[in-house]
RNA sequence: GCGUCGGUGGUAGAGUGGUCAAUUACACUUGGCUGUAAACCAAGCGCCCUUGCGGCUACGUAGGUUCGAAUCCUACCCGGCGCA
């Protein structure tokens, strides 16, 4: 019995679908939003609150668990327990980590032959074999800050700590050793992100080095029987923009027996083009069934239009970030809360919401908390936009049970675009 | 009363003859945030306009020295401290 598995409730024409997605650890019920638990905390919130809010699973970091907190997180008895969460768990691999600290981070990417390069690698870090080192990334910032390296080569990942400078090294196998100790009930393969703003040489490159890094991390997946049993692994798609990789890449990662799919690359406008509606356009080359999982879709509008496509899960930073810095989700679009227009605002943050927050405090108060700057105002926002998100999506599954998933999207976008 | 130190933009506080409409921080105004190097980042922040290495008014008040003053001199006003 595979311990992962999506049962599809009810699939419109269009694909928008509900379901239940079964894991060890309980159900979700799709389409979900999944927040982001980076470092093993929904930042500001605490486990306790979670019910209230929605939330039916997380989403925390390889990467950054990894250099700090692992064995704390292992000791515990695995994510969900040291955080005290009786419900599911995911975890991400840290792929997104070598873009976002690597050829994501700033613009000055330049390219060149590492082979030639002594690197200073040290303890028991792998050393990576010479011929592996085919073209790979310099970060000349990163290099900067850090006066070190960020590289990519077909075997794996050399990094700098960006908390202390040290240099590590991940590959596909030892992101799955390290996600099996963290013990999600979901985990994703280690792959290269991507920005839309890529060529279609670089994109080709990344997701053919993913796919190569997807097999290697289904078999050392596979290889370990009692993980195989309590945890389910997730391919990842790149592809970028262009729909021929996207086709392609889901193809390829669709056949290779993984327990559900991601849909990779950066969604954010600051690297450039939205490439989400390309990544769609993997849902249909993939196995009937198969779970779909929007990696780093958390727009509301974006939301939607995955979901329309069918995208099961969806997670996302920003109910948090935006919270954390003043911006609110409200079904008239976003607002900036700490705005002079809010100071005697005594209204609820969102007109009709039904969040504990909304119920309970006006717009004039957490404005005149971001104004303080105290700590409960970010919380706050945060909660509400959990709450948010978390809710679209169970209005969507509603709608989709109710036949009335086309009017609710139009109805939605009409009130939240103003 | 005498002596002494000081009065700079919303606040604190730099500057002590030209490169000063004035460093910096905070405040203020606004924008941004899509698998979290993010309780963050960015822009603006005297007035005017045909927006320009533009004009005008500004560094307690009033004069003065100087080609040129927030910066030097004089008087006055106000404040801290010390002595009477």
């Given at each position: 019995m595979q311990p992962v598995r999506l049962e599809i409730v009810k699939q419109l024409p269009g694909g928008a679908r509900a379901g239940v997605l079964h894991t060890p650890h309980g159900d979700i019920q799709t389409p979900a939003f999944v927040p982001v638990a980076?470092?093993?905390?929904?930042?500001?919130?605490?486990?306790?609150k979670f019910d209230w809010l929605g939330i039916q699973t997380y989403i925390s970091n390889t990467y950054h668990l990894y250099l700090s907190g692992l064995d704390a997180v292992e000791k515990a008895g695995g994510l969900a327990k040291f955080m005290n969460w009786n419900g599911p768990t995911i975890t991400d691999s840290g792929g997104f980590q070598v873009f976002s600290l690597g050829?994501?981070?700033?613009?000055k990417v330049s390219k060149f032959t590492s082979a030639e390069k002594n690197f200073p690698l040290q303890g028991d870090i792998p050393r990576p074999s010479a011929?592996?080192?085919?073209p790979a990334f310099y970060d000349e910032e990163l290099a900067t800050s850090h006066g070190k390296l960020a590289i990519v080569d077909d075997e794996g990942v050399t990094f700098t700590s960006h908390l202390d400078g040290s240099l590590h090294r991940f590959t596909p196998e030892r992101s799955v050793e390290i996600q099996h100790r963290l013990g999600a009930d979901i985990f994703f393969a280690f792959d290269q992100c991507t920005a839309p703003t890529d060529s279609y040489e670089e994109q080709k490159e990344a997701m053919e080095r993913t796919h190569a890094w997807a097999k290697r991390s289904l078999q050392a997946h596979r290889q370990n029987f009692e993980a195989n049993k309590t945890q389910g692994i997730y391919g990842i798609g790149q592809g970028g923009q262009f729909d021929d990789l996207r086709k392609e890449s889901a193809r390829t990662i669709g056949e290779m027996g993984f327990d559900g799919f991601g849909l990779g690359g950066s969604f954010s406008r600051k690297y450039g083009g939205n490439s989400l509606q390309s990544a769609l356009e993997m849902l249909k080359e993939l196995p009937a069934g198969m779970p779909v999982h929007g990696l780093g879709v958390g727009e509301p509008e974006d939301i939607l239009l995955g979901a329309a496509h069918g995208v099961d899960t969806f997670d996302c930073v920003t109910p948090t970030r935006n919270g954390r810095t003043g911006g609110l989700y409200t079904s008239e679009g976003k607002i900036q809360?700490?705005?002079?227009?809010?100071?005697?605002?005594?209204?609820?943050?969102?007109?009709?919401?039904?969040c504990p927050v909304c119920k309970n405090h006006t717009r004039a108060y957490v404005h005149h908390l971001f104004r303080t700057h105290e700590m409960l105002g970010p919380i706050l926002a945060s909660m509400h936009n959990i709450f948010f998100l978390t809710n679209l999506c169970k209005q969507i599954r509603e709608a989709i049970l109710n036949d009335q998933f086309d009017q609710f999207k139009d109805g939605f976008l009409e009130k939240y675009r103003k």
């Open positions: 980076t470092k093993a905390d929904i930042k500001g919130i605490e486990s306790a050829t994501g981070f700033g613009k011929e592996s080192f085919s809360i700490p705005n002079a227009q809010y100071q005697y605002d005594y209204g609820p943050l969102d007109e009709g919401c039904a």
